[in-house]
């Protein structure tokens, strides 16, 4: 049963407020993931809309994302809200919450259990709280900047010096640039000897680096809502990340690279050269 604390106050960013907002934000990331894993088992009734080439949004995004606002506005009257589907709720704490009601949308509506719920919560510019919940597998990864992450509650923490031609590397396709990058990055990865992956979810493979499942995730361009989280689970794990202000990716998305230590340096020499973007 969900567990509102109605009115909670935003002017204290202690460790403790935050260690509540991550309980409550646990519990509403579940309550999110019940409605859409609803709407993933009866998916043959879903109205999707095509928003562009290979981007769809359903009635299922749509409600998942207005749950999850009203559960955070209710929780945390104060903070902002930004979505991918509705419009920006302004706010006075200096606190933003940003939501992907369903990351993987294409997977959703194709029946393929690869796409998670997504929040983050963000101040200065940087992440301070993500959570990336996987309904079907029943995985929530969570992180609180500078106290670490877990996954189902077990902490995780990367401990892994494999090089990229001995593991496999995420990668993501972004609508918003030209195909070339991809091209490019996926014959580099391969001339390294590495395996790639793609899933079509990119916070769930940002999750996946951060459990030790994948050496490192490249994406050219990601939005805000579908990355803030698993970078900083990523890490917070133990992983490294390609730096970047969190305001700035809200407002124009950008390049996302992350990665194990032992690859990372690599990963985004192979990325900037591939997206066309070395220095």
């Not at 949308?105 to 992440?127: C, H």
């Not at 493979?205 to 951060?210: E, K, M």
């Amino acid at each position: 049963m969900l567990r509102l604390v109605v009115g909670l106050g935003s002017s204290d960013f202690d460790w403790m407020t935050m260690t509540d907002r991550a309980a409550i934000l646990i519990e509403i990331c579940h309550e999110a993931g019940r409605l859409a894993a609803q709407y993933f088992k009866d998916q043959d009734q879903l109205v999707i809309d095509r928003k562009g080439h290979q981007d769809f949004v359903s009635q299922a995004d749509r409600n998942v994302e207005l749950l999850t606002r009203d559960l955070l506005a209710k929780s945390f009257p104060d903070d902002a809200i930004v979505g991918e589907e509705h419009a920006p709720k302004p706010g006075t704490s200096g606190f933003t919450w940003v939501i992907d009601p369903i990351d993987g949308t294409t997977n959703f509506v194709n029946g393929i259990p690869a796409w998670t719920v997504v929040v983050a919560g963000v101040r200065d510019g940087a992440t301070q709280l993500g959570v990336i919940h996987d309904p079907c597998n029943a995985e929530t990864f969570v992180a609180t900047k500078g106290h670490g992450a877990t996954l189902n509650g077990v902490a995780l923490s990367l401990d892994d010096d494999r090089s990229l031609s001995e593991g496999t590397v995420g990668i993501g396709y972004s609508n918003r640039v030209d195909d070339q990058g991809i091209l490019r990055l996926v014959a580099a990865v391969v001339s390294e000897g590495s395996m790639f992956y793609r899933n079509a979810s990119g916070a769930l493979s940002l999750a996946y680096v951060a459990a030790g499942r994948l050496l490192g995730y490249t994406e050219e361009h990601m939005n805000a809502w579908d990355c803030l989280a698993g970078q900083l689970i990523v890490a917070e794990a133990g992983g490294r990340v390609e730096p970047q202000d969190a305001d700035v990716m809200i407002r124009d998305g950008g390049r996302v690279v992350v990665g194990t230590p032992a690859v990372f340096d690599r990963l985004l020499d192979i990325s900037k050269t591939a997206f066309g973007q070395a220095d």
